[in-house]
């Protein structure tokens, strides 16, 4: 306890703040760095990396790969980049370069915590605490120094942006603009985080808010535009509004990804979906059932079995029952909330979570989709403890953040295994090395070099993968199967 109240009490004018700030910053680089070694000691190039890496290496000039039309129909300008950058290094580095462009873009969260002031982030108390939820608690290895899903980390980015008023440094403005119109271009996450920023501008009628409103209308009308032309040229996304879509199955994601996920962490939100799926929908239509079968034989199965259908046969009672209860536990927080809390953190939190989870494939609401939505949350409980003493003899708050922590440490690694060859039980596998794999194409140029994730069986909560990603090393095959159409060209003909 006295350590945590010696960090409350150092802030940027205490002594020493900027060599515990460093000190901090060095132990979350080697922390993020070290989650899963290999991503480090023997850098991989990650499923959709490699059609903007094939892009950029046969480009004709460099801005040709940032006007490409490619896959998804919405633009990731920091993922182009990443493979823009490629070009300037051998192919055995590729991977490398990625890797660690990753990184940087993986660590801009915590400098922003540790490197500005703002109070919700005034002591180093509370700079560690919001950097240990970014790490651990809402963290899943899928966005783990990659430049594929950039996507979500820059979310988390905006809404540290959206909340700090503390904006008299001009360098700071000046970043928070570059950083704003990066996270724009970077996939669709901050555009529809949009309005709230035209509600702080309208709480502060401070002018920094006003240009954050002007990037947002500007540079999002562009990549609207680039939707809209990727859309009629034939270039898109899967659809994300597959038919027969059940909306009871996606609030269950929903549920279990933005809000059990990162309070008890992946393996509880697993069985939280699995066990609400499986009462909703039925133990015949569920793939477990003979799981459970083999698990618990005899007459304990038909016991557990027994249970489950009793919960079947009550299953739209139990999922009103704790839809309600939802309900109630948020209408009891708005009540106790002061503006900014219902704004910025409460309404924002619900509003991301849905939106983002109707708006992901199938409904389904990957852990990914959840990273800024479980940050706002532990946030939220984590500045309402902080502000206000009262709250601090709050003891189911205190235990469930500390929780939170500590699940996500103890899932640190595990969390990696399903994108990465690893097994903690059952059949080892292996993934294809980088540097291996182009040496494979310099003996035989028309090999195609695997990149990552690979083949890999099913490690009973992780799923099975069968997909092989390969990379192009002798064309754009990518670009060239879409038609190799470019945004420039493809915008003067819709008009």
Not at 56 to 72: N, Q, R, T
Not at 116 to 122: E, L, P, R, S, V
């Amino acid at each position: 306890m006295q350590i945590l109240s010696r960090l409350k009490s150092i802030d940027s004018n205490s002594k020493n703040y900027w060599f515990y700030s460093l000190f901090f910053l060095l132990v979350f680089s080697v922390l993020i760095l070290f989650r899963y070694p290999g991503f480090v000691l023997e850098p991989r190039i990650w499923g959709e990396d490699s059609v903007y890496i094939e892009t950029f290496l046969h480009a004709s000039v460099w801005w040709e790969g940032f006007d490409a039309l490619i896959y998804p129909s919405y633009y990731l300008v920091f993922t182009r980049f990443a493979g823009f950058l490629t070009t300037f290094v051998g192919l055995e580095s590729i991977a490398a370069v990625v890797t660690w462009f990753g990184f940087l873009i993986l660590i801009l969260p915590i400098l922003i915590l540790f490197m500005t002031d703002c109070k919700y982030w005034d002591s180093l108390q509370k700079k560690i605490i919001l950097s240990l939820f970014f790490v651990f608690s809402c963290s899943t290895g899928e966005v783990w120094l990659t430049s594929t899903n950039l996507g979500f980390i820059l979310p988390i980015i905006s809404f540290l942006i959206l909340l700090d008023d503390n904006l008299e440094s001009k360098l700071k403005r000046i970043l928070y603009c570059i950083l704003l119109s990066c996270a724009v271009l970077n996939g669709p996450i901050t555009l529809i985080m949009s309005p709230f920023f035209l509600l702080r501008f309208f709480q502060t009628r401070n002018k920094q808010f006003l240009n954050y409103c002007l990037i947002l209308f500007f540079l999002g009308l562009v990549h609207i535009l680039y939707f809209a032309v990727s859309t009629n040229a034939g270039v898109s996304s899967p659809s994300r509004f597959s038919e027969g879509r059940d909306l009871v199955k996606s609030l269950i994601h929903i549920v279990s990804s933005n809000l059990i996920f990162p309070l008890f962490g992946y393996f509880l939100s697993i069985i939280f979906r699995v066990g609400t799926g499986t009462i909703y929908s039925g133990l015949e239509n569920s793939p477990y059932l003979g799981a459970l079968e083999k698990i618990f034989p005899g007459h304990l199965g038909e016991w557990i079995i027994s249970i489950v259908n009793v919960l079947v046969s009550m299953n739209m009672f139990i999922i009103v029952l704790g839809g309600m209860i939802l309900i109630l536990i948020f209408y009891n927080e708005f009540k106790k909330s002061n503006y900014e809390e219902k704004v910025y953190f409460l309404s924002l939190f619900l509003y991301l979570s849905i939106a983002l989870g109707l708006l992901s494939l199938k409904g389904q609401s990957g852990f990914r989709y959840s990273y800024v939505t479980g940050f706002i949350l532990l946030f939220y409980l984590y500045q309402r403890v902080s502000f206000n003493v009262a709250k601090a003899r709050n003891m189911l708050v205190k235990v469930l953040l500390i929780f939170s922590i500590s699940v996500g440490i103890l899932e640190y690694y595990p969390r990696t295994i399903s994108f990465t060859p690893s097994v903690l039980i059952g059949e080892s596998t292996s993934w294809p090395d980088w540097e291996n794999e182009v040496g494979l194409w310099r003996k035989d140029n028309s090999y195609l070099p695997k990149v990552w994730p690979y083949i890999k069986k099913t490690g009973g909560i992780w799923p099975e993968r069968q997909a092989v990603w390969v990379i192009d090393l002798n064309r754009p095959k990518n670009w060239e199967e879409s038609g190799r159409k470019k945004f420039s060209e493809e915008l003067l003909k819709l008009f």
